[in-house]
Every structure is written in C-alpha cells, then in structure tokens.
C-alpha cells in the first residue's frame, strides 16, 4: 500500500530488540513486586479471604482457603495481579512453598521464572516433587 497520511509507511525496526525489550519490562515489573525473602509471607492459612479490586478486577473476590481449587485461584491471581505490598498480606510461606509445584504451571512463564530465579527454595520443591 503507498504512503499516505492516513497510512503512513511503516518504519522498519528491529522488532526482536523490541520483543527483548518489551519482555524484560514485563519481567522487571513482576521482579519489583518481589519480597526481600519468603519469610515475609506470613499471609494466612486458612478462612475466608477477600481480594481488593485491583487484584479481583476480572473474577472472583472471595477465596476459601478450606477449597484446595480456591486457593490455589487465590494464589495464582495475587502472584500475577498482586503489588509489593500485597504479597505478604496474601500469601503465606508455608502455603506457596506446598502448592508451588502445581501452582507453577498455572502461572505465567514469566512469573515463574521470576520467583524461582529469586528463590531457589521454589524451583528446588520442584524438582523434589517430580
């Protein structure tokens, strides 16, 4: 198609330094949202937990730690949705390290290798459970 205002010529570009780059401010965000160590997550383990709306925008609120598929919901959307702050007041260190060898496949790859890259602990469980 030729140039024209309303359809300018598209700018060759490197798109896989574009990709790279988008990928490593993708990975840098969730990396940021990390605690200093897994003793920090002394969220709980067991009741009723309700999510705030930045972290439920799409789906459920509310999480029975009691249901083994609710919580691993829980656990799944604060990992991907959840701030820096949120991270100890949801999830619990005990918990993520029991659940983490299923939760990982239910994570986005990106997540994942953000956590395990931070705590060897996680990847380690892994490995031991297969």
């Known amino acids: 198609?030729?140039?024209?205002?309303?359809h300018p010529a598209s700018t060759p570009r490197d798109v896989s330094g574009a990709y790279a780059e988008d990928f490593a401010l993708y990975r840098e965000k969730f990396r940021r949202r990390?605690?200093?160590s897994l003793d920090e997550l002394q969220g709980p383990t067991y009741g009723v937990v309700e999510?705030?709306?930045h972290m439920a925008w799409s789906?459920?609120?509310s999480y029975d730690l009691g249901k083994p598929r609710q919580r691993m919901g829980l656990y799944r959307t604060v990992l991907h949705?959840?701030?820096h702050d949120d991270?100890?007041?949801?999830?619990?260190?005990d918990l993520l390290l029991q659940l983490w060898p299923v939760l990982?496949?239910?994570v986005g790859?990106?997540?994942r290798a953000v956590w395990e890259d931070a705590f060897p602990q996680l990847a380690s469980r892994t490995r031991a459970a297969a």
């Open 1 to 6: 198609m030729p140039s024209s205002p309303q």
């Open 34 to 36: 990390l605690p200093e």
């Open 51 to 53: 999510l705030l709306l």
């Open 59 to 61: 789906g459920m609120t």
């Open 81 to 83: 949705e959840g701030l």
């Open 87 to 93: 991270l100890p007041r949801y999830l619990n260190q």
């Open 104 to 106: 990982r496949t239910l």
């Open 109 to 111: 790859r990106t997540v």
